[in-house]
């Protein structure tokens, strides 16, 4: 398999290799280029040099960094191939050493996957994958580089990222380095924990990576509330795919579906809303299953609660809010009596996660009652645009509604947002 190498980066390997230096690209950027993935970011590795040489011979490089500096340098990154000693608990805790004795594999071998310590030389096109990272890419399985795994609590979100990214799965032996840093975990920043959850719900599949945290026995640290979902028993007529947490995971599968041409900011909006909707369902008491009743309330503070230990954006959490009560009320819709219909209408319209949000989230689930509550919210809402006032008026139930909703009444909620 060949890398495409651009012919700026070719001039940078020359002079590098002039001084006595080897430039590789490395990491992500050479995993996308073999899946057939489109690299958003090149990261490279100079591996012969030290850091003032290369501040010689790129004087126009930017500098980040204090502890271990990184140059941008036309577009892409520059790093001096370097090894990390854990000193300490957390992400942050490393002793970085850089010299030009340390070869590619070593810098390799500090690196989280295997699928990601995969190098290519630039000026000779030559592949080094001393830990088969190109063999776990054909069987679409994600695998720790090495013990070294174990020394950044990151790399268990990361993992779960990576596999909901790919559909690949995480081979046992990773999971199990992944549980022995639970404890960990809470040592890291919100910030971070965040930043993963954003890039896991915009996935095509985001229950992968609840499944991954889940299997690896460590979704309790940061995703309580999903995880008390675990096991609560629900009414089997409604709801033949199990438990709570499975439910959960089917809802915010199809809701990633359904959104996948919105969007960023909005997607993530109702995807997050779709994970946290049935999250009152975890604190019912078991002498109550398979009912839940009163769960709508219960959830909104539990979507507060949530919102705040990570740092999620105060639009999630409105967003979630209004799912959590309004959900139930969408499956009922159609046995409400014409002005109440207005009413919920008018009230998830006014709300931050709106009328094609409730649509898109509750289109998610799988009864008929539900699909056409869809369909009759399409409708409704068009005859409120176009009637205004009058639609509350007492002979609302004269107005004919017709079931064989054409396309065009769902477009136009959804096109109010996306």
């Known amino acids: 398999m060949e890398v495409e190498v651009n012919l700026n980066i070719i001039e940078i390997a020359n002079k590098i290799k002039e001084c006595g230096g080897k430039l590789y690209l490395v990491g992500g950027a050479v995993r996308d280029e073999l899946l057939r993935k489109e ?3 090149k990261d490279y590795c100079v591996v012969g040099l030290n850091s003032e040489q290369f501040k010689q011979l790129f004087p126009q490089a930017n500098i980040r960094g204090k502890a271990f500096e990184v140059f941008d340098l036309e577009g892409s990154e520059f790093a001096m191939a370097r090894t990390e000693t854990k000193i300490g608990k957390g992400h942050t805790e490393f002793k970085i050493e850089t010299n030009p004795q340390i070869t590619i594999e070593q810098d390799l071998a500090r690196r989280d996957i295997t699928i990601n310590s995969i190098a290519q030389e630039v000026l000779t096109g030559k592949i ?3 830990f088969n990272g190109i063999n776990d890419i054909k069987n679409k399985i994600i695998r720790a580089t090495t013990e070294a795994f174990k020394e950044d609590p990151l790399r268990v979100y990361r993992v779960a990222r990576f596999a909901a990214q790919l559909n690949f799965k995480v081979e046992k032996a990773t999971l199990e380095q992944m549980y022995e840093l639970k404890n960990e ?3 890291l920043s919100k910030e971070r924990v965040f930043e993963e959850l954003k890039k896991a719900l915009n996935t095509r599949t985001p229950s992968i990576f609840f499944n991954v945290l889940k299997e690896a026995k460590v979704l309790e640290i940061h995703f309580k509330e999903i995880n008390a979902l ?3 028993e629900q009414p089997i007529q409604y709801h033949p795919e199990g438990d709570a ?6 809802v915010l599968d199809m809701a990633a579906n359904l959104t996948e041409k919105y969007e960023f900011n909005r997607k993530l909006e109702i995807r997050f809303s779709a994970l946290v909707h049935d999250l009152g369902k975890g604190t019912t008491p078991k002498a109550m299953y ?4 009163g769960h709508e309330e219960r959830g909104v503070e539990l979507v507060r609660k949530f919102s705040k230990r990570i740092g999620l954006p105060n639009a999630w959490n409105r967003c979630g809010k209004t799912a959590c009560i309004e959900h139930m009320r969408g499956g009922i819709f159609y046995k409400m009596k014409p002005a ?5 209408i008018e009230r998830v319209d006014k709300s931050l996660l709106g009328l094609d949000g409730i ?3 509750n289109s998610s689930k799988t009864t008929i009652e539900q699909m056409n509550f869809y369909l009759y919210l399409a409708e409704k809402y068009d005859l409120l645009t176009t009637c205004g006032s009058d639609f509350h008026n007492e002979n609302t139930a004269s107005i004919g509604i017709n079931n064989d909703i054409s396309d065009k009444f769902i477009n136009k909620v959804k096109r109010r947002r996306v």
């Not at 947490?245 to 089917?250: A, G, I, K, V």
């Not at 398979?290 to 009743?293: E, F, S, V």
């Not at 109440?340 to 919920?344: A, N």
């Open 245 to 250: 947490y499975n439910h959960t995971m089917c």
């Open 230 to 232: 675990i096991g609560v």
């Open 290 to 293: 398979p009912h839940h009743y």
């Open 185 to 187: 975990l809470n040592t």
């Open 128 to 130: 080094i994958d001393p």
């Open 359 to 361: 649509e898109v989230f």
């Open 340 to 344: 109440k219909k207005v009413e919920f």
């Open 39 to 41: 690299a958003q970011d």
